[in-house]
């Protein structure tokens, strides 16, 4: 390519810059406008309600079908995702709190979900992120609740029989694991290797053909595994893309998880009932009482009803031992007609029956 024809493509996208530039003030300036009419509405003691899930999602999904490339539809959602998350800091910028420390797979999850404009906070444990939300010190907090290779999160489903908590989204996210040393492993001597017992789990065929001897330890989070690595020459550590940067180390194997299409699901939780968007997922949990059937009799009315279970999960119930409580997740909102009949069936059976929250299904 000649000097003269590249010269001409950079005055072209210089004076396309410009136009983006300005089409972005003006949607910001809207914003601006959605925020003071929101304000204008409001009834007295009424608090206003600035972050509109299901808003965002349609918003995204439009894009998405209205994409002609060449860039993919994910990649032109995830650069709105980040004009509309800069549009509402405007308005107020969202606080969410997140399963630190900074660099988890929580936090990338945090972020694709909202962006980069908010203000985010990394808890020690999934219980703190609940009470920070309860508390009201944040206005969102991000949890993860399913691996495809390990399975459910424990600790987040007992999390939702300890607190009142709503469900306002969900967000799946890839997760690669590479193996990381610091400027000073002596790479033939490594004997640990530090990550979050999941992503030992995740890891563990690749273990044991490369590393069979060495000792396996679990630590509270991939971050808390990378910053060890920096400080000790005999040791690695597993984690992803975001703790490799945060503590610079280096890459000695990468993508090392068992299963290639590995993948995490995560909640948002919040105080705020989102409306249906049309496509739209419901969580809820049901104790029934400890009889022959029990189960079965849960499961008939979504089944002559066509409804389409996406997950179901059992953990002890705090009522008694060897009792039990099962979380369900499915298509629908709960204001939909035919799921609120489902859910009454339902209750007419069941010991307890919580709604957790119905929200928008993962839209990138
Ligand atoms: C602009 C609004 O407020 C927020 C910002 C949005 C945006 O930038 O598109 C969308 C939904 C809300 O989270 C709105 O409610 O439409």
């Known amino acids: 390519m000649s000097e003269h024809e590249l010269k001409a493509l950079r005055v072209r996208i210089d004076s396309l810059d410009e136009k983006i530039l300005e089409l972005i003030s003006d949607r910001a300036r809207c914003a601006e406008e959605v925020a ?68 988890t797979f929580t936090q990338a999850a945090a972020m694709k979900h909202f962006g980069h404009a908010v203000i985010s906070k990394p808890m020690a444990a999934i219980d703190e992120v609940f009470r920070e939300v309860v508390a009201g010190a ?64 995740q890891c563990r065929k690749w273990l044991d053909a490369h590393y069979p001897n060495v000792e396996r330890i679990a630590v509270a989070s991939n971050a808390e595994a990378a910053k060890r690595v920096k400080g000790e020459w005999n040791s690695a550590a597993i984690a992803g893309d975001m703790a490799a940067g945060l503590y610079g180390l280096e890459r000695l194997a990468e993508k ?21 968007t049309g496509d739209d997922k419901t969580s809820v949990i049901v104790s029934m009482s400890n009889r022959p059937g029990a189960l079965h009799e849960l499961l008939v009315p979504f089944h002559d009803n066509g409804i389409d279970l996406t997950r179901i999960e059992t953990r002890p119930s705090r009522s008694g031992k060897w009792t039990y409580v099962f979380f369900i997740d499915f298509i629908g909102h709960h204001r939909d007609p035919l799921i609120k009949g489902v859910l009454e069936q339902i209750s007419q059976e069941a010991v307890a029956l919580k709604v957790l929250g119905s929200y928008p299904k993962a839209v990138l």
């Open 36 to 103: 003071r009419v929101k304000m204008a509405a409001l009834a007295e003691g009424e608090v206003p309600v600035f972050y509109r899930p299901e808003r965002e999602a349609q918003v995204l999904k439009r894009v998405m079908e209205r994409n002609k490339g060449p860039l993919s539809n994910e990649e032109m959602a995830r650069l709105f995702r980040e004009v509309m998350s800069s549009c509402l800091a405007l308005e107020n910028p969202l606080k969410v709190a997140y399963l630190g420390p900074e660099g």
């Open 138 to 201: 944040v206005n969102f907090g991000v949890v993860p609740v399913e691996n495809s290779t390990e399975g459910a999160v424990n600790h987040t489903l007992d999390s939702f029989l300890e607190h009142d908590m709503v469900i306002c989204g969900e967000v799946e996210l890839r997760i690669h694991h590479h193996l990381l040393i610091g400027d000073n492993t002596k790479t033939d001597s490594i004997t640990r290797i530090y990550s979050h017992a999941q992503s030992l789990a």
């Open 256 to 276: 090392i998880e068992d299963r290639p299409d590995n993948a995490t699901r995560f909640l948002i939780i919040g105080n705020q009932e989102v409306p249906p």
